[in-house]
């Protein structure tokens, strides 16, 4: 009778613990909640960057005070019991993940900060990109290193599995897995995506000729690349793809480019009207730097003249814009003004007796 009073206490208590901790959880959670927006409308360091960082760690500051709680409740009221020795590894395992996970949301925050004081909207923006593309691979670094060590100390707390956990905390450990796998695909794109960052053959925004496609670079990861086509269609790469075949980079060192307008007329044309009509039609247009503007005769076949045109622009989208304008000009200006000059096939005819 007295064991079965015991029992019942005891389990009583347990209810009422556990019941307590429950609410004790929600009105923390209320009470964070509160905190937050409080923080959020006053504008403590006013900025975004504050509100960014608000928002992203609330979820793990919670996460916190719930194991700072678990664990003066396991200690308090659960110490007794024969599964008391599990809910203190299951704990001991929350917090490494937890730290784990702050961290990887300060890394974020980190990147948010600095990626906040570029801007890659305006004209001169090669330094803007550089800085991005190497923000981005980092990050990704950044966090599967972190995620890496909190897994290893994570074994480090069983038994069992703790050889494997101290191996891949030391040096040699590691060394030995980065030799073992440097085989297999996976790593070999994260070595690539690292090495992109450092070396940067593109960077974001770059304009690119991939597999015969014109694109902007949109996204880099430690794996693949993402081309935005000008047609709004994406096209995919592994980040092994720009390290190991050519492809042409037009903002490799500045978005400034030169373009090509070839014109294929007769003989009879005289170019140097060309040289005297252009200087008027770009005068007004917006799409040309004022740099270069140049007018020759790059070919000659059996039946008519190459003449090309060259102009440039502070980026390839007003180059393009400002090619297709000033070839319909000129088209137009030919057919006003020398209507029988564009490219013609002579053909004789005759009978030999």
Do not use: C
């Not at 020795?85 to 980190?110: D, K, Q």
């Amino acid at each position: 009778m007295r064991s079965l009073f015991v029992l019942y206490n005891d389990e009583f208590k347990l209810a009422v613990a556990i019941g307590s901790f429950i609410l004790l959880l929600i009105i923390i959670y209320f009470i964070l909640k509160f905190l937050i927006s409080l923080l959020k409308k006053k504008k403590i360091n006013s900025g975004k960057f504050t509100g960014f960082l608000l928002d992203l760690l609330k979820i793990p500051a919670l996460w916190v005070v719930y194991w700072i709680l678990l664990k003066i409740f396991t200690s308090v009221f659960l110490n007794d019991y024969p599964f008391y020795p599990y809910l203190l590894h299951l704990n001991t395992l929350l917090i490494i993940f937890s730290v784990a996970w702050v961290i990887t949301r300060f890394i974020r925050a980190g990147a948010y900060y600095f990626q906040s004081n570029l801007d890659i909207n305006v004209s001169d923006n090669l330094d803007a990109r550089k800085k991005l593309t190497q923000i981005k691979v980092l990050i990704g670094l950044a966090n599967t290193m972190v995620i890496f060590i909190a897994i290893a100390v994570g074994l480090l707390t069983f038994e069992k599995a703790k050889a494997i956990g101290m191996s891949l905390l030391t040096s040699a450990g590691i060394l030995g897995i980065v030799v073992g796998f440097a085989a297999q695909k996976s790593l070999g794109l994260i070595l690539a995506g690292i090495q992109i960052a450092f070396t940067q053959p593109i960077r974001l925004d770059d304009v690119v000729i991939v597999e015969g496609e014109w694109g902007r670079i949109e996204e880099i990861t430690l794996t693949y690349v993402v081309v935005k086509i000008w047609d709004e269609r994406r096209l995919i790469l592994p980040v092994t793809w720009f390290l190991e075949k050519p492809f042409q980079n037009w903002t490799r060192t500045n978005s400034d480019i030169t373009g090509s307008i070839f014109l294929y007329v007769d003989y009879s044309f005289p170019v140097a009207s060309l040289r005297m009509v252009i200087p008027e039609l770009l005068k007004d247009n917006d799409n040309w730097d004022e740099r270069v503007w140049n007018v020759q005769v790059s070919n000659a076949t059996d039946n008519y003249k190459e003449v090309r045109i060259l102009i440039s622009s502070s980026d390839s989208t007003k180059n393009w814009d400002l090619k297709v304008d000033l070839r319909e000009k000129l088209v137009d200006y030919i057919n006003e003004n020398f209507p029988e000059s564009f490219a013609k096939i002579r053909i004789e005819s005759g009978v030999k007796i």
